[in-house]
């Protein structure tokens, strides 16, 4: 079993920061593919950036040039750096891994308001 917490959520004005981090914590032998979704009130859960096990990046559109994925291997920690956050970025955010099934975190709240 593989557990995922998330932590470094909060509020923030509009133009504002946060990072997120998801610590991975369990029998975790390799290194992941890893990611962030979001899911805003009334809305799917949509991908926001993923990471490959070698470090690959992808990122949707709508973050793209804001937001930065990153990953410690030897903390088995995964980051998400959001910079000139809009209020349209307000959702739970959802760490995620794959270690032979997918694994998800318990989600922190971003709010993005004035």
């Known amino acids: 079993q593989v557990q995922l917490v998330e932590s470094g959520g909060g509020l923030v004005q509009p133009g504002g920061s946060l990072r997120l981090s998801c610590a991975a914590s369990?029998?975790?032998?390799?290194?992941?593919?890893m990611g962030w979704y979001r899911q805003a009130p009334g809305k799917q859960r949509e991908l926001v950036a993923s990471i490959t096990s070698r470090g690959s990046t992808n990122y949707a559109d709508s973050v793209k040039g804001r937001f930065t994925i990153s990953r410690d291997p030897g903390k088995n920690t995964v980051y998400l750096q959001m910079n000139s956050l809009k209020p349209e970025d307000t959702a739970v955010y959802y760490c995620t891994g794959y270690w032979g099934r997918d694994y998800w975190g318990q989600g922190t709240q971003v709010t993005v308001s004035s």
């Open positions: 369990g029998r975790i032998f390799t290194i992941a593919a």
